[in-house]
């Protein structure tokens, strides 16, 4: 490796791009020794990939708890939106991950924070028969009444779905 003061811009910024990589698979594989070292010594814990993914999204969707630990207790946003209007509260419900959802939670993540579709974490728990999510959500406070962008509740949406057990732990639409 030659002298930071010798290399090429491209050089450097093929090395940043590579570092980059290595950081976001640290959040997709659930590496909170290394994102810990990288958060002390400046990492931003709000770095974003280039489909607008934070490392706590990442580590939430893969369901790693004790990443999305270490992120949060150092200023990740759990409400951070990436470039298709989803939160990590959602995708932790998507994926059925209690820990993480309890996590989100506990550092503030808005129970009913969604993006510009209006799908909620507890629509998301609901469609993918998350018995156990949709539970921790409704206790947080979760509005099974909220509709989505096109009108749909939580319970339209798991029926819509076919889930088999969620429909009957959500109150009826109204007429």
Do not use: W
């Not at 930071?4 to 590496?31: H, Y």
């Not at 939160?87 to 996590?103: D, I, S």
């Amino acid at each position: 490796m030659q002298n930071d003061n010798t290399r090429s811009p491209p050089e450097m910024d093929e090395e940043l791009i590579a570092f980059a990589g290595r950081v976001f698979q640290c959040a997709r594989g659930g590496d909170a020794a290394m994102l810990e070292d990288l958060l002390r010594q400046g990492l931003p814990p709000n770095l974003r990939n280039d489909k607008g993914d934070t490392l706590v999204m990442l580590a939430a969707y893969h369901g790693h708890g004790e990443a999305v630990r270490v992120l949060l207790e150092h200023g990740a946003d759990p409400d951070s939106l990436n470039d298709r209007g989803q939160t990590p509260l959602a995708a932790a419900a998507f994926k059925g991950a209690g820990e993480v959802v309890a996590l989100l939670l506990k550092h503030g993540a808005a129970v009913d924070g969604c993006g510009p579709d209006g799908r909620t974490p507890l629509m998301l728990a609901a469609m993918f028969n998350r018995v156990e999510i949709l539970q921790q959500l409704l206790a947080a406070g979760a509005d099974p009444a909220a509709r989505d962008a096109a009108g749909h509740t939580a319970r339209a949406a798991a029926e819509t779905m076919g889930a088999a057990d969620t429909p009957a732990l959500l109150p009826a639409d109204p007429a």
